[in-house]
T-cell receptor, first 112, second 113 residues
Framework: KQEVTQIPAALSVPEGENLVLNCSFT??????LQWFRQDPGKGLTSLLL?????REQTSGRLNASLDKSSGRSTLYIAASQPGDSATYLC???????????FGQGTRLTINP | KAGVTQTPRYLIKTRGQQVTLSCSPI?????VSWYQQTPGQGLQFLFE???????NKGNFPGRFSGRQFSNSRSEMNVSTLELGDSALYLC????????????FGPGTRLTVL
């Protein structure tokens, strides 16, 4: 059974810092991995999607990497801003399945 | 273009009642997935529909059911509500399925008293 873990559960940093969020998964037979952000009481916003054949994806200040063999992904946020405060979730698609398996998320707070 | 819409946004029901939630996907998207989000269990997959066919189902009791219409709009139904069904129910749409970028709606907050 695929399990997805995100560490830390919560993170608080001052504005302007670069930071890394971690995601690990137990079964390396994934189709892709997606990173989402969720604002309180809201739905999820897709940030980046990495196919299993890719090593990384970039969008603006965000960079996500994928190491399938070790079952790890990281989301790098450069020059953090208060507007980046949210819960960040990673999710994997298992090969042959049509569903996302989510981690529990990292609650990020950027202090002005 | 318009995003994923879910109605209603908030619902309060009592135990034993049933409820129907609606999801309208982004135009052109044929896949709709449903997820339940609770503080204890996080996000859990309920089911996925593509062109009116259920392709995948999560590990939920039969009280949870869904369907998809020819215009790709989807509904999910929960019968005989229990207190533990209180959650944020999210739907996501995509062009062809979970392997594509998922676009989530704002969710329906269900409270069971």
């Amino acid at each position: 059974k695929q399990e997805v873990t995100q560490i830390p559960a919560a993170l608080s940093v001052p504005e302007g810092e670069n930071l890394v969020l971690n995601c690990s998964f137990t079964d390396s037979a994934i189709y892709n991995l997606q990173w989402f952000r969720q604002d309180p009481g809201k739905g999820l916003t897709s940030l980046l999607l990495i196919q299993s054949s890719q090593r990384e994806q970039t969008s603006g200040r965000l960079n996500a990497s994928l190491d399938k063999s070790s079952g790890r992904s990281t989301l790098y946020i450069a020059a953090s801003q208060p507007g980046d405060s949210a819960t960040y979730l990673c999710a994997v698609i298992i090969q042959g399945a049509q569903k996302l398996v989510f981690g529990q998320g990292t609650r990020l707070t950027i202090n002005p | 273009k318009a995003g994923v819409t879910q109605t209603p946004r908030y619902l309060i029901k009592t135990r034993g009642q049933q409820v129907t939630l609606s999801c309208s996907p982004i135009s052109g998207h044929r896949s709709v997935s449903w997820y339940q989000q609770t503080p204890g269990q996080g996000l859990q997959f309920l089911f996925e529909y593509f062109s009116e066919t259920q392709r995948n189902k999560g590990n939920f009791p039969g009280r949870f059911s869904g369907r998809q219409f020819s215009n790709s709009r989807s509904e999910m139904n929960v019968s005989t509500l229990e207190l533990g069904d209180s959650a944020l129910y999210l739907c996501a749409s995509s062009r062809a399925g979970a392997r594509d970028t998922q676009y989530f709606g704002p969710g329906t907050r269900l409270t069971v008293l």
